[in-house]
């Protein structure tokens, strides 16, 4: 059963910075893609950045140049580094993992960017 755990969600004021881990219980090279999603309070959840087994990222136009995504394979672990954060960035943040046609997500981790 693979198990995603998120850290380091919390309260930050806009212009701060925070960053996120997600710890898999496996190889994260056993996933095609592993990523950060985002859902805040009455939207869709959204894709904010993804990390591709070979390395490529991608991320969604509002956090590009803010946000990084990287991985640490020895610790079986990735990060989503937020820098100049903004009080739209308030979401619950989700880890999510692809194996084959199988998602497997985190618990979520609550970040909260004030004014």
């Known amino acids: 059963q693979v198990q995603l755990v998120e850290s380091g969600g919390g309260l930050v004021q806009a212009g701060g910075s925070l960053r996120l881990s997600c710890a898999a219980s496996g190889s994260i090279f056993n996933f095609r893609a592993m990523g950060w999603y985002r859902q805040a309070p009455g939207k869709q959840r959204e894709l904010v950045a993804v990390?591709?087994?070979?390395?490529?990222?991608n991320y969604e136009d509002s956090v590009k140049g803010r946000f990084t995504i990287s991985r640490d394979s020895a610790k079986n672990t990735i990060y989503l580094q937020m820098n100049s954060l903004k009080p739209e960035d308030t979401a619950v943040y989700y880890c999510n993992a692809v194996r084959g046609l199988v998602n497997y997500w985190g618990q979520g981790t609550q970040v909260t960017v004030s004014s």
């Open positions: 990390i591709t087994s070979v390395g490529s990222t």
